[in-house]
């Protein structure tokens, strides 16, 4: 045992001290903090504070470009205001004479575009609106949805019918999906995808961590004098235990961190997500380590058993693909998830052992999973884990001392056969 908490003590150590450690466990909280921050910013600073827009009004309609006007005053507070000045004029001709003089304030920055308003604009299906920036979506939506509307209300005023009522009769309804405490559904969503690539990223990336580690050992014949005194289950479970425990080093800063950030009430941007993120249960984070701990040991074993057959990382990379491909399908597999976790399918691909940590999690994230099945999922994977270290002990028991050509199957075979 004494050589084993050694072993353990030293692969967490090494990890852990490491500067890659230190920079990556303290960039990732900034960088999911950006994720939140970023677009907030963008949406706020990236455009101007004020559209300065002319309408060359030639339908001498006053009531059409105020409606106009009234319709894109901001909704938000991050919303850039729209000053028009509105210029009537005669003719076609006239609006061509006074389109170069526009263009060259544009090119000046004394306007931001100029909108023409023909005529029989009522009967139009297309208006021009010339822009400075042209692509610029968000403001060409505010611009055509005005447009639009007031353009429609106007029709149906001059058709004799009061506009309000028709406006208030046809007033679209939004539909918020929630759940019995009032929680966005899209937010539960975001979380149970969020926290499931936790999972399936931390797995995935310390799992291959193992399967070096075993690898350069091997390369180094560093191996060989480990071996002298140490069981090679020691050094197996040892590894395997010592790099999970970094993977928990991790997800506990990242957890402060988050408890950190979530209480700064100042930040701005997180009025604009406060509807859709639910609240982070202590139950549902228990499960989250839990899953975590029994997907690491279930791959990370198999990794490491694929270590002990391979004597080079580019032979590592083709026979650790079968493992890494289950990931992938399980990535694919929660699309089922998320469209019914309650399902007999959903039920049954997140009661398989290998699909467990990510399906079953995120059925317990949307609250979709019962209690005996998530019992159940434990149990089953905690009999994988132990079959596996079973297999993975004999192989690697052999086949860390094993240099050249990887081994077939038959001669994996027979490496179990070995007492």
């Known amino acids: 045992m004494s050589k084993l908490l050694t072993i353990i003590k030293r692969e967490y150590l090494t990890r852990v001290k490491s500067k890659g450690f230190i920079i990556g466990t303290i960039l990732s909280p900034l960088i999911m903090s950006s994720f939140i921050v970023v677009p907030f910013l963008l949406g706020k600073y990236s455009g101007p504070d004020k559209y300065r827009v002319v309408a060359l009004d030639q339908s001498g309609d006053a009531v059409l470009v105020k409606r106009i006007e009234a319709l894109l005053e901001p909704k938000r507070r991050e919303q850039a205001r729209y000053e028009f000045t509105h210029l009537t004029v005669a003719s076609e001709a006239e609006i061509e004479a006074r389109r170069p003089e526009l263009a060259e304030r544009m090119a000046k920055k004394e306007i931001d575009g100029y909108l023409i308003l023909p005529a029989d604009v009522l009967s139009r299906k297309e208006i021009t609106y010339y822009a400075k920036n042209a692509g610029s979506l968000s403001g060409r939506a505010r611009m055509e949805d ?101 993977g928990l080093t991790q997800y506990v800063f990242w957890a402060i961190c988050g408890v950190l950030l979530s209480g700064v009430a100042a930040l701005p941007a997180m009025a604009l997500y406060s509807d859709q993120v639910p609240k982070l249960s202590i139950s549902l984070m228990v499960f989250f380590v839990v899953y975590y701990v029994l997907g690491y040991f279930l791959y990370a074993t198999l990794y490491a058993m694929v270590g002990s057959i391979v004597s080079n990382d580019d032979d590592g990379q083709q026979a650790q693909m079968p493992i890494s491909m289950t990931f992938m399908i399980a990535w694919i597999l929660s699309i089922l998830v998320l469209e019914n976790p309650s399902g007999t399918a959903a039920t049954i691909l997140s009661l398989i052992p290998f699909f467990g940590p990510s399906l079953m999690f995120m059925r317990i994230a949307l609250e979709a999973a019962p209690a005996w099945q998530i019992a159940l999922s434990i149990v089953l994977m905690v009999a994988t884990i132990v079959g596996v270290v079973w297999l993975a002990a004999k192989i690697y028991r052999v086949g860390v001392l094993m240099y050249g050509k990887r081994p077939t199957i038959p001669e994996l075979v027979r490496w179990l056969r070995y007492s």
């Not at 353009?151 to 009769?169: K, P």
């Not at 926290?195 to 191996?223: C, D, P």
């Not at 197996?236 to 425990?245: F, H, N, Q, T």
């Open 146 to 246: 005005a447009i639009g509307r007031a353009t429609s209300e106007r029709r149906i005023e001059l058709a004799g019918l009061n506009a309000e009522q028709v406006r208030n009769l046809t007033k679209e309804i939004t539909l918020k999906v929630v759940n019995e405490r009032g929680e966005s559904g899209r937010g539960r969503i975001m979380l149970a995808m969020s926290l499931m690539i936790m999972i399936y990223l931390t797995v995935l990336i310390y799992g291959i961590t193992v399967m070096r580690g075993v690898t350069e050992e091997k390369q180094n014949r560093i191996i060989e004098v480990l071996l002298s005194s140490v069981r090679p289950f020691d050094l197996l479970m040892g590894k395997v235990v010592g790099i999970g425990l970094v």
